[in-house]
């Protein structure tokens, strides 16, 4: 039986830059379909995947997970699919489903995550990946592409946590970072009712914080006007990446506040305010299937869009180069220009 090649971009090893990459397509499982990429979004836990961060990555690794494309064949029993249906993938294509978590309906927190990462065995920056078409989602007609690719990673990841702290009106938030997750969570918290404060280590980001939805603006290493508001915050979710200085965001919690880390920054503080008010400090990874659709619905509502710069796939590395250096605004989505098999 013949099995076409497939054409992607790896790592080699630890560190490396990507380079062309041919594999033999993956068979397909009873419920899998297979998805011929057209778009993927370059999204910073690539970026830590190429470095083994995480220290789970195997090599060669093909990163990608902000996937669009069209399914190009499916398994004996797919769920909800047809060959030709336009697709989103995220982060996740498949589950244990049988574990605690998947029975809850939580399968973000599936105890195989590792395995159902959509970049095992290989990832988006390739002309076709297969997964499970249980986390393959419809894109709405008119929604762009380009658009959809964001929204499947980085989309989710702020709209989850958003989403389930929205618990009265007017809550008030500070939403620490605009780069490639905070510019969409100040979009998504100004549609849900929040009333947003963005707070970004650069002033000159500010006129495109107000024009994303917030209401308000602080430089991060203003003291003076941090300390105006303490005890002023519902809740802080951090988008930022790297190193943060803690201790005067805790202050401006409300006591029993909450901070929900979106991104991986560096964790050290002095507990004491932790405890003395109250706080929570916690997590959130991604989101459920029923969340990833009720998000793409109300991007698409509420007309949520990344702001995106376009780049052929075949210059992933200058792509990585560019969110390396922090020059890119705020998200590169990549378009496949070597679109099918090689073989």
């Not at 009873?30 to 995947?49: A, K, N, P, W």
């Not at 489903?97 to 920056?125: A, H, M, N």
């Not at 200058?318 to 090689?342: C, F």
Request: aromatic share 10%.
């Amino acid at each position: 039986m013949y099995t076409p090649t497939i054409l992607g971009y790896a790592a080699r090893e630890v560190g490396q830059p990507l380079e062309p990459f041919t594999y033999k397509a993956p068979k397909l499982g009873e419920h899998d379909v297979r998805v011929s990429v057209t778009h993927c979004g370059l999204c910073y836990t690539d970026i830590q995947g190429i470095d083994n961060y995480y220290g789970v990555v195997t090599y060669p690794f093909v990163p990608g997970h902000e996937i669009i494309g069209y399914v190009s064949e499916v398994g004996k029993a797919p769920f909800g699919l047809k060959v030709g249906d336009r697709v989103g993938i995220g982060w996740q294509g498949r589950s244990c489903g049988q574990c605690e978590w998947c029975s809850r309906g939580e399968e973000q927190l599936c105890l195989d995550i590792v395995k159902s990462g959509t970049w095992v065995p290989y990832g988006g920056f390739s002309s076709s990946v297969v997964v499970d078409s249980r986390f393959a989602y419809l894109i709405p007609d008119t929604m762009p592409s380009e658009v959809a690719s964001v929204l499947m990673c980085a989309g989710i990841t702020v709209y989850s946590p958003l989403r389930a702290h929205a618990t009265q009106p007017s809550q008030k938030i500070g939403i620490i970072g605009v780069g490639g997750l905070g510019h969409l969570a100040i979009q998504f918290a100004h549609a849900l009712g929040y009333n947003v404060t963005v707070i970004s280590t650069s002033a000159v980001k500010k006129e495109e914080a107000i024009a994303f939805g917030a209401d308000h603006f602080i430089v991060s290493d203003d003291r003076e006007t941090l300390e105006q508001h303490e005890f002023g915050f519902d809740l802080l979710l951090c988008t930022a990446h790297g190193d943060v200085h803690w201790e005067p965001l805790l202050e401006i919690l409300k006591k029993k506040g909450t901070l929900v880390l979106a991104g991986f920054p560096e964790v050290s503080l002095n507990p004491t305010d932790l405890v003395a008010h109250q706080l929570s400090i916690t997590g959130s990874f991604l989101g459920n299937r029923a969340t990833m659709r009720e998000m793409l619905s109300f991007a698409q509502l509420h007309g949520i869009k990344p702001w995106i710069e376009l780049m052929p796939m075949s210059k992933v590395n200058e792509a990585i180069e560019r969110v390396k250096q922090n020059k890119a605004r705020y998200r590169i989505v990549l378009v496949n220009d070597s679109i099918g098999t090689v073989g």
